[in-house]
T-cell receptor, first 113, second 111 residues
């Protein structure tokens, strides 16, 4: 298994509170991604990073920010959580080989009450 | 037109049969195509990728690609109950390091 961990694995929070999810990799891969997965929508890209301090928006970036200060860590922040951000969040990494294969972390289940 | 379309299923096949999973995509710039398997409550797991027209075989799995028709498929031979999962098709977003995921096809293999 690719060396990817996510923390926390489960979190329940209240509307309006800030939340930070962490993705940590030990593979030294260049690219890191944050997705959310919801019934009826599949996996949707929130933000991605193509290097330290280099990030860009995905298709559902509103309400989310990211930071990558080290190759191994990619943080996703919900500045003020809303119930619509209740979801399962997956981190993925790629860059170890030539064809954009992405490998996923175990996921974080976030519930916003 | 949706970027990636898959039959949501559920697709039900008997044990030992061939399961055929299909996917169409709209981005003609896509060069690489990936199939992921996702068990309920788990993260997606890469099982196959293909980038040339034709077939690519890996064990019981065969990926097929037809870029002219913008069609990619996954065949699972000798299906086992352990193959029961949702299968996600993910073409590369042309010219980028991003993938676009279909909503997945749920496969059930009945003993």
């Amino acid at each position: 298994d690719a060396g990817i961990t996510q923390s926390p694995r489960h979190k329940v929070t209240e509307t309006g509170t800030p939340v930070t999810l962490r993705c940590h990799q030990t593979e030294n891969h260049r690219y890191m991604y944050w997705y959310r997965q919801d019934p009826g929508h599949g996996l949707r890209l929130i933000h991605y990073s193509y290097g330290v301090k280099d990030t860009d928006k995905g298709e559902v970036s509103d309400g989310y920010s990211v930071s990558r200060s080290k190759t191994e860590d990619f943080l996703l922040t919900l500045e003020s959580a809303t119930s619509s951000q209740t979801s399962v969040y997956f981190c993925a990494i790629s860059g170890g080989r030539a064809y954009n294969e992405q490998f996923f972390g175990p996921g974080t289940r976030l519930t916003v009450l | 037109q949706k970027e990636v379309e898959q039959n949501s299923g559920p697709l039900s096949v008997p044990e030992g049969a061939i399961a055929s999973l299909n996917c169409t995509y709209s981005d003609r710039g896509s060069q690489s195509f990936f199939w992921y398997r996702q068990y309920s409550g788990k993260s997606p797991e890469l099982i196959m990728f293909i980038y040339s027209n034709g077939d690519k075989e890996d064990g019981r799995f065969t990926a097929q690609l037809n870029k002219a028709s913008q069609y990619v498929s996954l065949l699972i031979r000798d299906s086992q109950p352990s193959d029961s999962a949702t299968y996600l098709c993910a073409p590369e977003k042309g010219g980028s390091e991003k993938l676009v995921f279909g909503k997945g096809t749920k496969l059930t293999v009945n003993p």
